[in-house]
């Protein structure tokens, strides 16, 4: 069955920085995009983050654009997301997540798999 599993995630003070990482197992990686979602307490989940099959196609969410970073390693069918110049408005648990990116957004109805999530904590 299809696996999905985030790590990396943590606490760290504000304008400091983390690596999150996500490993599927039991589909084919290439095949599909991936996403960065998130979900701070009381609000609803957001996307983050989304990257072509190839790599060669990225999306930010503003709140995040210039701060964050995706990328992925196909042969280790892993994704990463390089948050640095965190703020506390950043804490949230983070998801994982494989399937379509949209083109000016990342809709979470469009991803089948997803991980259950790791957390981020960033202090002031």
């Known amino acids: 069955q299809v696996q999905v599993v985030e790590s990396g995630g943590g606490l760290v003070q504000a304008g400091g920085s983390l690596r999150l990482s996500c490993t599927a197992s039991?589909?084919?990686?290439?095949?599909?995009?991936m996403g960065w979602f998130r979900q701070a307490p009381g609000k609803e989940r957001e996307g983050v983050s989304c990257?072509?099959?190839?790599?060669?196609?990225?999306y930010y969410a503003d709140s995040v654009k210039g701060r964050f970073t995706v990328s992925r390693d196909n042969a280790k069918n892993t994704l990463y997301l390089q948050m640095n110049s965190l703020k506390p408005e950043d804490t949230a648990m983070y998801y994982c997540a494989a399937g379509v990116c949209g083109s000016w957004s990342v809709d979470e109805a469009d991803f089948a798999y997803w991980g259950q999530g790791t957390q981020v904590t960033v202090s002031s």
């Open positions: 990257i072509s099959w190839s790599g060669g196609s990225t």
């Open positions: 039991g589909l084919t990686f290439d095949d599909y995009a």
